[in-house]
């Protein structure tokens, strides 16, 4: 797959369509066993241990974050063949609370910068619905 996103279409300034994502303790989980590392660590399925080091509640794998961060330039693009690099801060711990919902935070971003190559750099911020800012990220992306 080849995105279709053409360079000469896109603008420094131009919003990448928001998102919203939804994480439930099930898909927590489902990740900790996909990964090649098995992470089962206890802050992320046992609200017991996650309350005694000081969170607030079961947290999301910072990787999984990453992968949901990254949704949005996928979407954007059409192709996550045409991610070229990242880089991802994660702000604060994202808290999924055991109920019908889960974490619920809200994907927004924009062309930050217009490379040489057909390459644009994008920002990318994952805020809570309070508005806290959870993580940002930057990625180059190849386009056509």
Known sequence: MTTR????????????????????????????????????????????????????????HGPFTLGKVLEIVNGWTGDPGALVEHRIRLARPVPVPDDETGAVFRLSGTVEEKLPGNRVRVGVTAASPEGQVLATLQATVQLA
Do not use: C, N
């Open 5 to 60: 996103l053409r360079y000469e279409d896109t603008s420094v300034g131009q919003e990448l369509p928001a998102k919203e994502v939804t994480v439930d303790r099930l898909a927590l989980l489902l990740f900790g066993g996909q990964t090649m590392r098995l992470d089962f660590a206890a802050t992320h399925w046992s609200e017991r241990i996650s309350r005694s080091v000081g969170l607030p509640d079961v947290i999301m």
